[in-house]
């Protein structure tokens, strides 16, 4: 979802950087000179820095995190987008959001984008991470689907959810399968568009067909390449034909494609 959906020039990912770097202050009494490369490296090691600040044993709520981290963001630069808004909505296949963000904020994100309804289900944080390991209704905040898509998480053995200082997250492999679960899709009959080059890795040992979003150089495990995600109608055109044909097309052998906006 996040500068993938969007592009990173908003500078949502710069303010995110920065609310985390205050929190870390503020609520966790970190040195201040510490904090920014402490911050990154966690970024870097774990996937997300609050996977990593749990790791090293830090002990905070998730949700007074999530608030200081994404309740602060200027989601004022997020635009409604007329545009990706008709293709995802023409586009004839079940679409899915697969965020590491908590809910409030992948709700936030969409709405502003004018695109939350063009989805058929969100898997976030809360999806992965629920506060309960079981007995977790579908009508709960844990999962956040709409229109029919109503899957419920215990469907992801609850060995995955064995640590309360084990965030759950991408580029995990195991996230990522927890997820494919989840949605219960076949990942030889999926795409998954991404931003990051380590989650388009992940996705792809995960065996996704995957797409790199927000650049035109193929990364290790992108079988395409978009410059922006309004490029999908060219490089990815028979989305739009017969499922047969597109299930044909996504499951021979990769296809290098870079498209430029």
Not at 137 to 159: A, I, M, R
Request: aromatic share 8%; with cysteine; hydrophobic share 40%.
């Amino acid at each position: 979802m996040d500068d993938t959906l969007y592009p990173l020039s908003t500078g949502l990912n710069l303010a995110c950087r920065k609310n985390i770097e205050g929190y870390m202050l503020k609520h966790l009494l970190m040195e201040e000179s510490e904090v920014p490369k402490l911050c990154v490296d966690l970024y870097r090691e774990y996937g997300t820095t609050m996977a990593g600040l749990k790791a090293f044993g830090y002990e905070f709520d998730n949700d007074e995190f999530h608030a200081y981290v994404h309740g602060r963001l200027p989601y004022e630069k997020l635009k409604p987008d007329p545009v990706l808004r008709s293709l995802l909505l023409s586009m004839p296949q079940r679409k899915i959001v697969f965020t590491n963000a908590d809910q409030a904020h992948a709700h936030q994100v969409l709405n502003r984008l004018g695109l939350n309804d063009c989805f058929d289900g969100i898997i976030c944080f809360e999806t992965l991470n629920p506060p309960n390991y079981t007995n977790v209704p579908t009508d709960t905040h844990l999962l956040t689907w709409s229109k029919s898509f109503n899957k419920d998480c215990n469907q992801v053995e609850s060995g995955c959810f064995n640590s309360k200082t084990q965030i759950l997250c991408k580029p995990s492999v195991e996230a990522i399968e927890a997820a494919i679960q989840i949605a219960n899709v076949d990942p030889r009959k999926t795409l998954f568009f991404d931003d990051s080059a380590r989650n388009i890795a992940s996705g792809k040992a995960a065996g996704l067909n995957t797409v790199i979003v927000g650049r035109s150089d193929l990364v290790p495990g992108a079988d395409y390449a978009l410059n922006s995600i309004h490029n999908i109608k060219e490089a990815l055109p028979k989305i739009w034909e017969v499922e047969g044909e597109l299930q044909q097309m996504i499951q021979s052998p990769a296809v290098e494609t870079m498209v430029l906006a």
